[in-house]
């Protein structure tokens, strides 16, 4: 057994994740994220699941944008099935100690580290000296977000998971620096047929709320005509569906198709080609449209209704802070005490 190993048998399991509210939740989000956590509060592990909202100001945010966002974020969580008596669910800025662990991670993790991180160079693009500096460092308060609940498995896409390694650097960099064994090495949780959805408009991009075209997505708002109008309207090629996977290589509409029907009905895409395979794309896009809808439009529903009352969600929000600031305060007053700050 390696030392990380020993290291890990003696946390409790614990479960966090979160997702940014800049923006409206989509499809990819849902099977991407929230589906498997849901899935992860029915496996008797303790589970958190953050709204974000510190790591979507590293871009300007509207405020009033960013008040609903967060909202409607949250009724996507509720809308989809995670239970505030089983999950803790909260916004991040609710709970002070993630800004302030996030703080001593700053001191600990290396700049090159940093410069490594693809996700900024992406975000940042040809402006990188106009970026913010929360945007150059937020992957620390990633890693604080993780760790000063100790949670030992982070639900994450492909896209994050480098974040996730940095998290364990630098857990590994303080236990080092300060001869203790005090934070875990987090191992993330990448699973399931859609992990990574793509836009419907173009297979070699990933779904995304900032696409300018509101038909590459779907998005968790839209009605049962919209689901539906969208993916029979979705980018694919005039081939029929190979009954093989090998036959989907260099057909990236035609996989992000099947992975998305896969995810939906909760099978493998092997299966679904040995179902479909030698259909057209006429007849296999109304079965994915009517699965959608299916599993979709109740969700888009419970969000509207729960909108109506923002209250109600708030009320969620602050219960869900009250019960994350009494696992942190405990880590973070422990991480003082190791660093050294008098009165913690």
Not at 149 to 160: F, I, L, M, R
Request: proline share 5%; with cysteine.
């Amino acid at each position: 057994m390696t030392e990380a190993a020993q290291t890990q048998t003696s946390f409790s399991p614990r479960v966090f994740s979160g997702i940014q509210p800049s923006g409206g939740l989509t499809l990819g989000n849902y099977l991407g994220a929230i589906r498997r956590f849901v899935d992860m509060q029915d496996s008797g592990i303790e589970t958190l699941y953050c709204v974000v909202d510190m790591h979507a100001i590293t871009v300007w945010q509207d405020p009033e944008a960013l008040r609903r966002q967060t909202r409607e974020l949250t009724a996507g969580y509720l809308a989809a099935g995670l239970d505030p008596a089983r999950s803790i669910l909260f916004n991040q800025s609710q709970v002070p100690a993630h800004a302030q662990l996030a703080w001593i991670f700053n001191c600990v993790a290396r700049l090159g580290w940093m410069n490594r991180m693809t996700q900024f160079k992406d975000k940042a693009g040809k402006n990188a000296e106009k970026a913010s500096l929360g945007l150059y460092a937020y992957p620390a308060l990633m890693a604080a977000d993780i760790l000063v609940y100790h949670a030992t498995h982070v639900p994450v896409g492909e896209d994050q998971k480098q974040h996730v390694e940095l998290t364990r650097d630098i857990a590994a960099k303080f236990n080092h620096d300060f001869g203790t064994e005090f934070f875990p090495m987090t191992e993330p949780v990448i699973e399931g047929a859609a992990t990574r959805v793509m836009s419907l408009r173009d297979g070699s991009k990933k779904m995304s709320k900032s696409d300018p075209s509101d038909a590459s997505r779907i998005n968790m708002t839209d009605d049962a005509d919209a689901i539906s109008s969208k993916i029979r309207k979705a980018r694919t090629d005039p081939d029929a569906l190979p009954s093989e996977i090998e036959g989907l290589e260099g057909r990236p509409e035609a996989r992000n198709l099947l992975n998305i029907y896969a995810a939906l009905a909760d099978t493998t895409v092997a299966e679904v080609l040995a179902e479909v395979g030698g259909q057209q794309f006429s007849e296999f896009k109304p079965k994915l449209a009517d699965l959608a809808v299916a599993k979709l439009a109740p969700i888009s529903t419970e969000m509207a209704r729960l909108m109506q009352d923002p209250a109600e969600i708030d009320a969620v929000l602050r219960a869900g802070s009250e019960r994350a600031n009494a696992l942190a305060a405990p880590i973070l007053k422990r991480t003082y005490e190791i660093v050294g700050m008098v009165g913690a």
